[in-house]
């Protein structure tokens, strides 16, 4: 199993998780929560960011901070000794007056810039694409677009290159890495440097469990050591501008 060499420029970073106790549809429990760090931790993630959703429609933002925050710390304590970095954000599903909501400064992944948007599974309209290269503009503000591989095929390919000329950072699924045949279409995207970072998306241990190790495994044996090092390094870069 390959180990990439520890350093602080070199974490193995989880982008995309739900472990989050009593949020949204993923964990349920601290216990579960647990478990999951425990097997992510096992599976060689340094550190993982938490992204529960938020959706405009249903949460008013300062309940969303609260009930976060307040997990945040819940988890925060309880998995003391488990040798795991917790940095906390939020998966921002994407909607229309998004350039407007002043909290999505605290929506950013704690301590970055990048703040994740969900986007909607259709073709995206000429004001989605300038309200997330707006966004992606500002200052001191970054956009990662959540599993762009799940609504890729609904964009022209120029969208898609006018987002990452615009510096949009692009996350995939592990899981989009598993199994030889359903893993080309992410490997193909990663060569082309249409994906930049990878994230498990797991909500609990069983249906969706984490499962980085997998697609690190699989990027490392389909692409080579190199790019396998660069997604770690722009996962770092993102997280802690090293
Ligand atoms: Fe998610």
Known sequence: MHEPVKGDKNLVIDFHSHILPGI???SKSVEESIQMLTASREQGVDCVVLTPHFYAGRWNPEDFFESRNSAFEVLSNASVGLGIKLVV?????????????????????SGSSAVMIEMPFRPWSRRVIRDITEIAGRRNYSV?????????DYQDDSVIEELINAGVIMQANA??????????????????????????????MTVRPPNLRSALNMIEKKCGGA?????ICTGNLILFGE
């Open 144 to 152: 990662i677009l959540a599993h762009i591989e799940r609504y890729i």
């Open 175 to 204: 899981n989009s890495f598993s199994g030889f045949f359903k893993s080309q279409k992410c490997i193909k995207l990663l060569k082309s440097g249409l994906v930049h970072i990878i994230g498990s998306d797991c909500h609990n």
């Open 24 to 26: 949204d549809d993923g």
């Open 89 to 109: 954000g939020a998966e921002v599903e994407y909607f229309e007056g998004i350039t407007a909501m002043e909290e999505l400064r605290e929506m950013r992944i």
């Open 227 to 231: 790019v396998l090092q660069n997604v």
